[in-house]
Antibody, heavy 119, light 108 residues
């Protein structure tokens, strides 16, 4: 059974940093691209970032480019999102998501971790 | 960037009703369209991929259709567990898979 378990969320002040982790199990992690998707309170889903199988290619939404860094450790089956220069509008539940075998949908999601940016 | 819209933004329906949700893309996305269901305080769940393919384990009352810019999600007979918010997602622009704004289905 595929499992994705996020951690690292919490309360941080504007301008601060946080690193999210997503521990993966139940599938061959280094065979699948991975993504982060967020959801602000009461709002819809927003794609944030994606990373290729090897980690050599990374992609970002315009809203986070230059502030967030996605990475992965294939030896430890873990996905990361380093978030710097956080803003109030980054407040959201952050989900990690696994690509389907064709790389065209997210067939498994974590339970999410809440990031709150507030003074 | 490809923009996605959904209609309606919300609807009220009864158990047993046939429900249809529409999703439109700002440009042609072929059949690269997915549908997700999200219940409160839960992660989204993939229902339909590639516009019309049913994800494993999803009940057959869910179906999807469409291509190009216009797509629909149909629930043939609404069940109590189907009350949720539904999102479409384009997967044409790899890997920037943008979502529609969502359609909330609640009990009439």
């Amino acid at each position: 059974e595929v499992q994705l378990l996020e951690s690292g969320g919490g309360l941080v002040q504007p301008g601060g940093s946080l690193r999210l982790s997503c521990a993966a199990s139940g599938f061959i992690f280094n065979n699948y691209a991975m993504s982060w998707v967020r959801q602000a309170p009461g709002k819809g889903l927003e794609w944030v970032s994606a990373i290729s199988v090897s980690g050599g290619s990374t992609y970002y939404a315009d809203s986070v480019r230059g502030r967030f860094t996605i990475s992965r450790d294939n030896s430890n089956n873990t996905l990361y999102l380093q978030m710097n220069s956080l803003r109030a509008e980054d407040t959201a539940v952050y989900y990690c998501a696994k690509d389907d075998p064709w790389g065209r949908a997210y067939d498994s999601w974590g339970q999410g971790t809440l990031v709150t940016v507030s003074s | 960037d490809i923009q996605m819209t959904q209609s309606p933004s919300s609807l009220s329906a009864s158990v047993g009703d046939r429900v249809t949700i529409t999703c439109r893309a700002s440009q042609s996305i072929s059949s690269h369209l997915n549908w997700y269901q999200q219940k409160p305080r839960k992660a989204p769940k993939l229902l339909i991929y590639a516009a019309s393919s049913l994800q494993s384990g999803v009940p057959s009352r869910f179906s999807g259709s469409g291509s190009g810019t216009d797509f629909t999600l149909t629930i043939s007979s609404l069940q109590p567990e189907d009350f949720a918010t539904y999102y479409c997602q384009q997967s044409y622009s790899i890997p920037r898979f943008t979502f529609g704004p969502g359609t909330k289905v609640d009990i009439k």
